[in-house]
Each structure stands twice: as structure tokens, then as C-alpha cells.
């Protein structure tokens, strides 16, 4: 996942994924990697936050994406789903939901579940498990009690990538536009992934004005994988020996935020506010094993790496008729440390960041409104550039601080009876980003590149195109022009990775008596290169996809859909990792029915 190109979007790690407001990561400040994503198919809603996204959530540059699931009411009513769903290469998902209110107590609970073989034809195989339910209890005194439980459990194969151009290389497992690209270069890795959340909340209006939520949340994640030795570039390993790593991360967190609605004159104003504590424990054991397919070895390292973090933050929205300002500003105090065991080094680096952001709008009809905002983000360092600092063969430019964000944005949207649209031109400096290089053996490690992202985003909706008795017609476009490449070093004029000049997605709905509803997407990518040094391994060529998808529902109650994704077949690949190209699926299916 990425937004307006900015980063790798392996692992999101540019993105702060939430949950409820919650943050999902393994640790949010020393290690940025997305392992989990709140399972859509649960969810109610997804909320995409650009801009001041680090003002009111934490770090990382890309903004954030909230996953929201249902919302509990005192007027709650008993109800739910049962889903099944079968595709191709033995895709197998199911969604079951329940949701009602005993006494004072509103509760929602849901798993999610899928499975399947995947495209490759080797180690391509995966699970996943999802299980979660929150209770929302009403008080006499005006109160909410709130408490959650989030558990996730999956097995992910990892087949490996394919070459494409040391195709004669000994071993190669060559990616060929015309042949067979399901084969798999890796036949033994494996990732595995846990993760549980428990919280538990008070919500209080504590006067007519003002609200105050408090929320505690602990966490237990483990990550486990094991890579077979002799990883190359879509070369299959020879050696018959792997290395394995785990990693544990215990974290226990609090979060205040207040909401004061307050009047000047006859405007409506509101003021947001809180606090967070972030704390995390995670200690890293690798393994050597003596098999490709070992799950342990002998131990070749331990870390053990702690974040402790403190941040306050506040927005107020002023009202002037028409017109809305809305500053902010966020202040972090961050400390990181590591410590590996195995080679006796340790390190603690200290932070402290202040960002501010100042939002506007305005309104220049009831339908359209103006608007405009700048701010601030920041990516802290990871906890294994804390701990190479502390490696006596690394020089170290000056001191390594995290990289900083401007963001500057304006644009005017609108939504009609018959049109829903929003146009904003953007710029994003990514500054002060980590790099390294490599001479004579010896690697320096510096702050020093600049990032620089120019871009039109555009989205255009024609409602009821067509339109007669129960039968509608909606037409739609979205797309991203994108001007993006590096300032000053040695990466001077290149675009970043993954920042394609052109994406567009348009198409049809169709929808009948709201029983029958089909859909015709299509999505066009110009080519770009997955690093930032442009080699050609890591080129990849422009595409376009169609995709059909319709759902049909009868009675109150039943429901079933499908879809055909890629229906042209087109053979394409999207992503490229350190393994090689990652071959993507062809044409594909998936059907489904509901109860509810």
C-alpha cells in the first residue's frame, strides 16, 4: 500500500494503518513494517487521511488509513452474516458477523477466515485467521465502558521471484511475458505471522460541551520467518541450509483525547486534544539451520529492542461563516534502543519532534468547497540504524535524525444530485531521508537525500447516466499525474520507487432496483522502476486490467456475488523485490453467497 507513490509499498511502510483509531504495527516508531491489516470484509468503513495524518495519529509520511468496524448504539439490534466464498487456485474465504445488545451492553463479534493455494505452484499455499469483538456497555451517569479483543493468526508461503534478464544464469527461474510464470524459485520459505490486541476504553460527556475518551490497549505480536540460504535475484538457492528469525513485540499503551465544541458569535468551533503513551519491548533471535526446511538452528544472534514514546497533540476548528481554519500541532518525545546480545553493542538514540499543520475550507455554494491545507510528518529511524551506529566498521555523518515531511496541498471538490467530484494539486518534500553507501568495504550511513512529489489527483462521478424506472447508470474516473524524483546526491533526477507518472482507474456501475448491481473497472499504470537507483532488474512496464464484478440479492435476506478479475488475461507483474519479479495472476475468479 502506498499513497501518491511515496515509498516501498512492501509491508506499508510508509502508511500508519489503524484500527479504530488504534495503531496496527509491530512497533509504529522503530519498525515502520505493516505485517497486518484489519480484515475489509469485518470492517464498516475505511478511512483514508492524507496531509495532517501524523498530526493526530504519529509517525510515518505517507498519511494514514483507519479501519472502522461497527459502530455500537444503545439502540443496537440483534442481527448478523454468514459468507462463503470459493475462487481460483483453491481460494476458500468465509465471513461470519454478529452483532446485538443485552440489558445495558451493546457487543459485535466477527471472523474472518480464507485459505488457498495461490498462483505459483509451489509455496504458494496460505492461511489466515481472524477473530474480533468489542462490547460497548451505557452507563446511568451518561458513560460508555468499551473493550475489544483483535486475534489474527496466519501461514504465508513465500515461492520467491523470477529473473528477467540473467535468464541463462545457472538456476534461473526466468519471468517470460509469453511462457509459464508460475513457477516458484523458493520452495521452502515461509512466513508466519500472530498477533492479539486487548483494550479497554471510557468515553464520558462530561459536560454538554466537552467529551473525554481514554483507551488502554496491550499488545503481543510475533513474527516468524525462515529463507533459505544463497538468496539471489530469481535464481533458485542451491545451498540446503536456512536462516531463521523471530521477533516478539509486547507493547502496552494509554491515549487520552478530548473534543470541546465551543461558540464565538454565532460560529461552531471545536477543539481536539490528547495524549499518547507508546511502549513496546521486542526481542529478535536468529536461527541457523542445518536444512532449507529447518524451523530452528543454532542461535546466530539475539537483540532486544524497546521504544518508549510520549506525544501531545491538538487541532481547533475556527468557524467564520463560510469559512474554516483549522491549525495544528503535535509534539513527540521519542526514545529508541538496541542492544545485541550476541556482539555486546547497544545504543539508545532520543528524539523530540515538533510538527504543525494549518488546514482551510471554504465553502463557495452548498454543493462545492474550496480547500487547502500544509503540514508536517515525520519517519523516525529504525531500531537497525539505531543499533549500526554502534558498529565500529560504520562511519556515521553527523548525527542520523529521522526524516521530515512537508506537505502543501489545495483543491475544490463537489457533490451534486448528478455529480460528485475533487480536484487538489499537491506537493510533498520528503526530506532528509536515511542513505548509505558502500566504498572500499566501508559503509557511511547520512541524511542527505530529498524527495520531491508534484502531482494533480482528479476523481469525476456521473451519477444516473442513464436512468429509467428502477434501472441506474453511474460513470466514474480517478486518476494521479505525478512528477516525482530526488534532489542533490547521487540519486539526482531519478523518480523513487514505485512512483508511476500516470494511474488512472475508471468504469461503469450498473444497478437495478437495488437487487442486481454489476460493475466494469478498469486500471491503467504507467511503468516505473521499484528502486531508486533504477537498475533494470527492477523495471517494470506500464499496464492495464479489467476487471467484472456483480452481486445479485434476493429476498431480505440472501445475497451472492462474483467477479472476474484481469478478465483480458493480461501478463503483467507489479512488484519486485529483493528475490526477483513477483509474477501476478492472470484471469481469475470468485464467487460467493451471503446470509443475513
Not at 21 to 44: K, N
Not at 269 to 284: E, F, K, Q, R
Amino acid at each position: 500500500i502506498s499513497i501518491r507513490g511515496i515509498g516501498d509499498p512492501h509491508e506499508a511502510q510508509n502508511i500508519l494503518i489503524l484500527q479504530d483509531g488504534l495503531p496496527v504495527p509491530i512497533d509504529m516508531y522503530g519498525s515502520g513494517g505493516q505485517y497486518y491489516a484489519p480484515p475489509g470484509p469485518l470492517m464498516d468503513e475505511i478511512e483514508v487521511i492524507g496531509g495532517g495524518a501524523a498530526l493526530m495519529f504519529g509517525p510515518q509520511p505517507g498519511g494514514a488509513i483507519n479501519f472502522r468496524s461497527k459502530v455500537l448504539t444503545p439502540d443496537t439490534v440483534f442481527g448478523g452474516k454468514v459468507g462463503l466464498t470459493y475462487g481460483s487456485y483453491d481460494l476458500k474465504s468465509t465471513v461470519n458477523q454478529i452483532h446485538g445488545k443485552s440489558g445495558n451492553t451493546a457487543y459485535w463479534a466477527g471472523y474472518y477466515g480464507k485459505s488457498g493455494n495461490g498462483y505459483q505452484r509451489t509455496n504458494a499455499d496460505f492461511f489466515a485467521h481472524n477473530l474480533q469483538a468489542k462490547t460497548h456497555t451505557f452507563l446511568e451517569n451518561g458513560g460508555i465502558v468499551k473493550f475489544s479483543l483483535q486475534g489474527y493468526d496466519s501461514d504465508y508461503g513465500m515461492p520467491g521471484g523470477m529473473a528477467r534478464l540473467n535468464c541463462n544464469a545457472a538456476n534461473a527461474n526466468c519471468w517470460d511475458r509469453d511462457g509459464d510464470n508460475r513457477r516458484a524459485t523458493r520452495e521452502n520459505d515461509r512466513l508466519k505471522i500472530a498477533r492479539a490486541l486487548m483494550s479497554v476504553g471510557y468515553e464520558k460527556k462530561v459536560t454538554d460541551a466537552t467529551t473525554i475518551d481514554a483507551t488502554l490497549w496491550t499488545t503481543a505480536y510475533k513474527r516468524y520467518s525462515n529463507t533459505q540460504t544463497g538468496t539471489s535475484f530469481g535464481i533458485k538457492p542451491t545451498v540446503d541450509t536456512n536462516t531463521s528469525r523471530q521477533t516478539d513485540a509486547y507493547g502496552f499503551n494509554a491515549e487520552v483525547r478530548a473534543r470541546h465544541d465551543w461558540k464565538a458569535g454565532e460560529n461552531e468551533n471545536t477543539l481536539t486534544a490528547g495524549v499518547l503513551s507508546y511502549n513496546t519491548n521486542s526481542p529478535v533471535t536468529a536461527w541457523s539451520g542445518t536444512k532449507a526446511d529447518a524451523i530452528r538452528g543454532t542461535v546466530t544472534n539475539r537483540t532486544h529492542n524497546e521504544t518508549r514514546a510520549q506525544a501531545v497533540f491538538a487541532e481547533n476548528r475556527f468557524a467564520f461563516g463560510k469559512l474554516a481554519i483549522i491549525p495544528g500541532v503535535r509534539l513527540e518525545h521519542i526514545e529508541l534502543s538496541s542492544e545485541n546480545r550476541t556482539l555486546e553493542r547497544e545504543r539508545e538514540e532520543k528524539f523530540d519532534v515538533v510538527l504543525g499543520g494549518l488546514g482551510a475550507s471554504y465553502d463557495l455554494t452548498e454543493e462545492t468547497q474550496a480547500y487547502a491545507n500544509v503540514s508536517q510528518g515525520f519517519k523516525p529511524i529504525s531500531f537497525a540504524t539505531v543499533l549500526q551506529q554502534a558498529d565500529p566498521t560504520v562511519v556515521v555523518e553527523g548525527d542520523i535524525k529521522p526524516s521530515y515531511i512537508y506537505n502543501y496541498e489545495a483543491g475544490v471538490r463537489s457533490d451534486s444530485a448528478k455529480w460528485n467530484w475533487d480536484v487538489s494539486g499537491y506537493w510533498v518534500q520528503y526530506q532528509n531521508q536515511l542513505a548509505s553507501t558502500t566504498a572500499g568495504g566501508v559503509t557511511t550511513l547520512f541524511n542527505g537525500r530529498s524527495a520531491h512529489y508534484r502531482g494533480i489527483e482528479a476523481g469525476v462521478t456521473r451519477k444516473d447516466v442513464l436512468s429509467h424506472e428502477q434501472h441506474a447508470l453511474d460513470l466514474y474516473v480517478n486518476g494521479n499525474l505525478l512528477d516525482a524524483e530526488f534532489r542533490g546526491g547521487e540519486l539526482e533526477g531519478n523518480s523513487p520507487m514505485f512512483s508511476p507518472r500516470h494511474m488512472v482507474k475508471y468504469g461503469a456501475i450498473y444497478r437495478s432496483a437495488e437487487k442486481y448491481r454489476a460493475s466494469l473497472l478498469a486500471t491503467y499504470v504507467s511503468d516505473y522502476y521499484a528502486n531508486d537507483t533504477h537498475t533494470q532488474n527492477n523495471y517494470v512496464p506500464s499496464y492495464q486490467l479489467f476487471d467484472l464484478l456483480g452481486e445479485a440479492r434476493f429476498g431480505k435476506n440472501w445475497s451472492v456475488n462474483g467477479a472476474v478479475n484481469n478478465f483480458l488475461d493480461k501478463i503483467y507483474y507489479a512488484r519486485v523485490q529483493s528475490t526477483g519479479v513477483l509474477p501476478t495472476m492472470g484471469r481469475n475468479f470468485y464467487v460467493g453467497a451471503s446470509y443475513r
